[in-house]
Antibody, heavy 117, light 107 residues
């Protein structure tokens, strides 16, 4: 069974940093592109970033480009999102998800990031 | 940038009825359109990919159709458990994923 477990969320002040992690199990992690998607409270879904199987291709939404960094460790079956210069509008539930053929087929339960003073 | 517009915003129907949800794209997507279901307090779940292919474990009452700029998610006979928000998504304008704003289905 595919499992994705996010962690690392919490309360942070504007301008601060957080590092999210996603622990993957139940599938061959190194074979999958991976994404981060976020959802602000009461709002819709917003794709944040994704990373190719070997990290040779990485893409970001314009809203986070230059502030967030996605990475992965295939040996540890883990995905990461380093978030710097956080803003109030980054407050959201952050999901990691596997990608296949232009869609997101497995999702974690999310980790909540709150940016507030 | 490709914009996805979903309609209606909210749909209220009764059990056993048929639901028709629309997703319209600002540019042609070919058939690369995906549908997700999100129930309150849960992560999104993949329903339909490639416009018309049901994901593993999805009941046959869910079906997708369309191509180009107009796509439809149909739920043939509604059950109470189908109450959720439904999102469409595309990645035709590589590399950006775009989601529609969602349709809330109330049973």
């Amino acid at each position: 069974e595919v499992q994705l477990v996010e962690s690392g969320g919490g309360l942070v002040q504007p301008g601060g940093s957080l590092r999210l992690s996603c622990a993957a199990s139940g599938f061959t992690f190194s074979n999958y592109w991976m994404s981060w998607v976020r959802q602000a409270p009461g709002k819709g879904l917003e794709w944040v970033a994704d990373i190719k199987v070997d990290a040779s291709e990485i893409y970001y939404a314009d809203s986070v480009k230059g502030r967030f960094t996605i990475s992965r460790d295939n040996a540890k079956n883990s995905l990461y999102l380093q978030m710097n210069s956080l803003r109030a509008e980054d407050t959201a539930l952050y999901y990691c998800a596997t990608e296949w053929d232009l869609h997101l087929d497995n999702w974690g339960q999310g980790t909540l990031v709150t940016v507030s003073s | 940038e490709i914009v996805l517009t979903q309609s209606p915003a909210t749909l209220s129907l009764s059990p056993g009825e048929r639901a028709t949800l629309s997703c319209r794209a600002s540019q042609s997507l070919s058939s690369y359109l995906t549908w997700y279901q999100q129930k309150p307090g849960q992560a999104p779940r993949l329903l339909i990919y490639g416009a018309s292919n049901r994901a593993s474990g999805i009941p046959a009452r869910f079906s997708g159709s369309g191509s180009g700029t107009d796509f439809t998610l149909t739920i043939s006979s509604l059950e109470f458990e189908d109450s959720a928000v439904y999102y469409c998504q595309q990645r035709s304008n590589w590399p950006i994923y775009t989601f529609g704003q969602g349709t809330k289905l109330e049973i």
